[in-house]
């Protein structure tokens, strides 16, 4: 008899070896999304930080007796709005502590502080080393969860100091 002609195609093996090397390639690509997708996150914060540490800063130079208000701030405050008549320290203590609880809010353990400090660049939310003196600023600062593992916990701040 004749010889068998060997039918054309993938054998077993073959298509065991493409699966897997589609599917570490698809591995590949979910971590490459989820670690996007945390960088956006973190990108959102320093974001949401920076700009509200900018909001504060305007508010102070609209108000400079404000700062001595706005380092210990009161718990409560009149709610000023646009057509309000407030005084201006109470107008920019109202500013300060409702972006403080919009702060709190969208970063996540979020704390701000305003104050005078010569090394701005230090500080804790628990301890934001303000010394009383240098320029004003603002000192906003969060935990970032995804990178709680590394060795400053995660801390992050942002700095603003407020032009005069």
């Not at 809010?105 to 104050?115: D, I, K, N, T």
């Not at 660049?121 to 906003?140: L, R």
Request: net charge negative; proline share 6%.
């Amino acid at each position: 008899m004749g010889r068998r002609r060997r039918e054309g195609g993938f054998s077993l093996i073959e298509v065991l070896v493409a699966t897997s090397i589609f599917s570490f390639g698809m591995g590949g690509m979910a971590a490459l999304m989820l670690s996007a997708a945390g960088g956006m996150a973190e990108a959102e914060h320093e974001t949401i930080a920076n700009l509200g540490a900018d909001a504060v800063a305007a508010t102070l130079q609209l108000s400079p007796v404000a700062l001595e208000h706005l380092a210990n701030p009161p718990r409560s405050a009149p709610l000023c709005f646009e057509d309000d008549v407030c005084s201006a320290q109470d107008w920019a203590v109202s500013r300060y502590l409702l972006w403080r609880a919009q702060i709190s809010h969208h970063l996540p353990e979020g704390a701000v502080v305003a104050c005078r400090d010569s090394s701005p660049m230090d500080g804790t939310a628990d301890d934001p080393a303000c010394d009383g003196g240098g320029p004003e600023v603002i000192k906003v600062f969060w935990v970032e969860p995804r990178r709680k593992h590394d060795a400053d916990g995660g801390a992050r701040r942002a700095v603003m100091q407020v032009p005069r």
